[in-house]
């Protein structure tokens, strides 16, 4: 994985914790996804969370899992 695609990552997770508020968790699949979206795309699932403090701790899990996912032995 590319320093580039990190960063990208990184600057996705910064953008949703901003405006937390325009995001919710799908319940099926824990993606993070657009408040307007009715159902989501990855799984069709309609169940979300759409609590702030959830999302912004969601974000950060997802930025640093991103980072981490070439050493996957750091979640041995
Ligand atoms: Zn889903």
Do not use: W
Not at 17 to 40: H, N, P, Y
Not at 65 to 76: L, M
């Amino acid at each position: 994985m590319s320093d580039a695609h990190m960063a990208e990552r990184a600057a996705r997770a910064e953008k949703i914790i901003a405006a937390a508020d325009q995001f919710k968790i799908c319940e099926g699949c824990d993606s993070i996804l657009a408040e307007r979206v009715t159902s989501c795309p990855n799984c069709h699932g309609y169940r979300f969370n759409p609590d702030r403090d959830e999302v912004i701790a969601h974000a950060r899990l997802l930025a640093s899992r991103a980072q981490t996912s070439v050493t996957s032995s750091d979640f041995d």
